[in-house]
């Protein structure tokens, strides 16, 4: 069984200040791994998606890493701002049809 | 372009009362279409997931179920529900494997 883990669960950071967000997996054999962004009561929103055979992905501020060999990915943010407050959900896809998800991590970017 | 449409945005129900809550997905065909809730201090549990009309398939066994009547309609329901039904719940599609998930804004239950 896939386990995905997050770390750190919160984090707050200055305006300004670049963010890393940390996510590791157990099984290796991935078909891609998806970024999400929550803010509270919303759904989900898609950041980033990257396929196994991708070292990393961009999007405007937005860069995540996947090392699939050590079961890491990363999701850099630049320049944070307060609008970057919000939790960042981790998501691999396995061969089937479900993703397995982390715990999230909770940003707080201070003005 | 895609969109998902998910209602209603928020639900009390007492104990007991039946449940349904619906999702449409517009300007695609064929998509693979999924129940998930979050409830409170857990994490994002997948329900059922279907590849095609009336295909459904069940991860989590409990008072719930699902049907796709239509090719873009996913409804969740429950005949009877219980208190540990109340979460959040977030219908998703997307084409295929390589694709990503896209979520919609999502259902508040709260059973009373």
């Known amino acids: 069984k896939q386990e995905v883990t997050q770390i750190p669960a919160a984090l707050s950071v200055p305006e300004g200040e670049n963010l890393v967000l940390n996510c590791s997996f157990t099984?290796?054999?991935?078909?891609?791994l998806q970024w999400f962004r929550q803010d509270p009561g919303k759904g989900l929103t898609s950041l980033l998606l990257?396929?196994?055979?991708?070292r990393e992905q961009t999007s405007g501020r937005l860069n995540a890493s996947l090392d699939k060999s050590s079961g890491r990915s990363t999701l850099y943010i630049a320049a944070s701002q307060p609008g970057d407050s919000a939790t960042y959900l981790c998501a691999v896809r396995g061969n089937d049809y479900k993703l397995s998800f982390g715990a999230g991590t909770t940003v707080t970017v201070r003005a | 372009s895609q969109t998902i449409h998910q209602w209603p945005a928020t639900l009390v129900q007492p104990v007991g009362s039946p449940l349904s809550l619906e999702c449409t997905v517009e300007g695609t065909s064929n998509p693979n279409l999924y129940w998930y809730r979050q409830a409170a201090g857990r994490g994002l549990q997948l329900l059922f997931y279907s590849v095609g009309i009336g295909q459904i398939s069940s991860e989590v066994p409990q008072n719930l179920s699902a049907s796709r009547p239509q090719d873009r309609q996913f409804i969740l329901s429950s005949k009877k529900l219980l208190l540990s039904d109340s979460g959040f719940y977030l219908c998703a599609w997307d084409r295929g494997m390589s694709y990503g998930y896209t979520f919609g804004s999502g259902t508040r239950l709260t059973v009373v």
């Open positions: 990257i396929q196994s055979s991708q």
């Open positions: 099984d290796s054999a991935i078909y891609n």
